[in-house]
């Protein structure tokens, strides 16, 4: 199992391709507060349920300084019939390798339907201006998820 990471902790910079194929770098959003989900997989009736949660957020999240970028195994061609079917209005990325979801401790061992299973572990991260982790949650739920997190972050 991969280790979690903590608020404080440097946040493993990645570039990854967007849903057209673009590569799209952490680094690249500095100065800026970035929430970071994972997710298991685009199409899906809990991952669409939390995609369009950001994207009805993602206006006043915006104004509030964040940008969101979801990440799932999914590979681009995949995340652009989500993005289009469901009007995703952030960059959806693809990790086929699982290399970003392992170094942010999303993929590894989870419980599901009282069952062990190896898998993408639905979690979220807040990085802020300086490349660290603001706020690191594990096993979020996928309804519900957007509201709670607009609390923690006092929005």
């Known amino acids: 199992m991969s280790d979690r990471l903590s ?14 194929g673009n590569d799209v770098a952490l680094a690249d959003l500095r100065g800026k ?11 899906t009736p809990g991952c669409t349920k939390q ?8 206006d ?18 995949k995340l652009a ?4 079917r469901d009007a ?21 061992e989870k419980t599901m339907y009282g069952k062990k299973v190896t ?8 990085v802020d201006q300086d490349g660290k982790i603001a706020v690191a949650q594990y096993n979020v739920k996928a309804t519900g998820h957007v509201a709670k997190l607009r609390r923690d972050l006092g929005l």
């Open 7 to 20: 608020v404080g902790d440097t946040a493993p910079d990645f570039t990854l391709p967007d849903a057209d």
């Open 33 to 43: 507060n970035v929430i970071v989900y994972f997710y298991p997989a685009a199409m």
């Open 51 to 58: 995609a369009c949660d950001f994207r009805d957020s993602l």
């Open 60 to 77: 006043s999240l915006q104004a509030a300084g964040y940008a969101v970028l979801g990440i799932s195994p999914d590979k681009p061609a």
């Open 81 to 84: 019939k989500f993005r289009e």
């Open 88 to 108: 995703v209005t952030f960059p959806l990325l693809s990790d086929p390798d699982k290399e970003v979801l392992t170094a942010y401790g999303a993929f590894g």
């Open 119 to 126: 898998g993408v572990i639905r979690s979220t991260f807040v």
